[in-house]
């Protein structure tokens, strides 16, 4: 299947580099520009996008409000948002990431990995890898605004595996590194995963891994396993 890509950057320039380069490959397609959040909300419905690269700082609506404009639509339930921001800018990563956005790159991306994350997250995988970037999400999200706070008593509907297979999500593993941890196969692992998400309500892993601080089953500068 082609992934539909909707770019969403102020930058014309950035999002022609882009467009040709996605439009290089043979699985993907970019469907559609937009300039700001309002925008890209609008024409991923339109287009029928199946992800949105999203550049954070945009003006009158920016990437976080689009995000989440997107996130609240019921009729976008499947489209997926790869952030685009600076690791340094920490409170719009996890600003991202609470709005609905399933990853985040930096801008300085290199074109493969740009290419990578995005089939990686349209095949609902969750893009916070690198150990950097997880610890500061580990650290922020431990300290959740009122009101988002998910009842911890939700975790009672999971079963002891589920529960250990959101917590190694929550370190980051893939299907593949969780299987291996697990000694089970990688299609076992994914179906604990997406049991969890479907009993707590959790969009896709990255919304399992917000889940996963903000009720306490993980807490920062914890090693699994």
Same mark, same amino acid.
């Given at each position: 299947?082609? !992934?539909?890509?909707?770019?969403?950057?102020?930058?014309?320039?950035? #999002?022609?580099?882009?467009?040709? &380069?996605?439009?290089?490959?043979?699985?993907?397609?970019?469907?559609?520009?937009?300039?700001?959040?309002?925008?890209?909300?609008? %024409?991923?419905?339109?287009?029928?996008?199946? &992800?949105?690269?999203?550049?954070?700082?945009?003006?009158?609506?920016?990437?976080?409000?689009?995000?989440?404009?997107?996130?609240?639509?019921?009729?976008?339930? +499947?489209?997926?948002?790869?952030?685009?921001?600076?690791?340094? *800018?920490?409170?719009?990563?996890? =600003?991202?990431?609470?709005? /609905?956005? $399933? +990853?985040?790159? +930096?801008?300085?991306? =290199?074109?493969?990995?740009?290419?990578?994350?995005?089939?990686?997250?349209?095949? /609902?995988?969750? @893009?916070? $890898?690198?150990?950097?970037?997880? +610890?500061?999400?580990?650290?922020?999200?431990?300290?959740? $605004?009122?009101?988002?706070?998910?009842?911890?008593?939700? %975790?009672?509907?999971?079963?002891? #595996? *589920?529960?250990?297979?959101?917590?190694?999500?929550?370190? /980051? @593993? $893939?299907?593949?590194? !969780?299987?291996?941890?697990?000694?089970?196969?990688?299609?076992?692992?994914?179906?604990?995963?997406?049991?969890?998400?479907?009993?707590?309500?959790? #969009?896709?892993?990255?919304?399992?891994?917000?889940?996963?601080?903000?009720?306490?089953?993980?807490?920062?500068?914890?090693?699994? /396993?």
């Amino acid at each position: 299947m082609t !992934i539909r890509v909707l770019l969403a950057d102020d930058q014309a320039l950035l #999002r022609g580099t882009f467009r040709l &380069l996605i439009d290089a490959q043979p699985d993907m397609e970019v469907v559609a520009e937009a300039s700001n959040g309002r925008e890209a909300a609008r %024409l991923a419905r339109s287009e029928r996008a199946d &992800l949105v690269v999203m550049d954070v700082r945009m003006p009158e609506v920016d990437g976080i409000e689009g995000t989440r404009l997107i996130g609240q639509d019921e009729d976008m339930a +499947g489209v997926k948002v790869l952030v685009l921001t600076t690791f340094e *800018e920490d409170e719009y990563v996890i =600003e991202a990431l609470r709005a /609905g956005a $399933s +990853g985040f790159l +930096g801008k300085g991306v =290199e074109p493969a990995q740009l290419l990578d994350a995005i089939r990686l997250v349209a095949a /609902g995988e969750a @893009l916070l $890898s690198p150990a950097a970037t997880k +610890g500061l999400i580990a650290r922020v999200l431990n300290q959740p $605004s009122p009101g988002d706070l998910v009842d911890a008593e939700r %975790l009672a509907t999971l079963t002891p #595996r *589920e529960r250990e297979v959101m917590t190694l999500v929550a370190a /980051g @593993l $893939s299907n593949d590194d !969780i299987a291996e941890r697990l000694f089970v196969t990688p299609v076992t692992a994914k179906t604990h995963a997406n049991r969890a998400m479907a009993k707590l309500g959790a #969009r896709d892993r990255a919304q399992l891994v917000v889940i996963a601080y903000e009720t306490g089953l993980v807490r920062p500068g914890e090693r699994q /396993g």
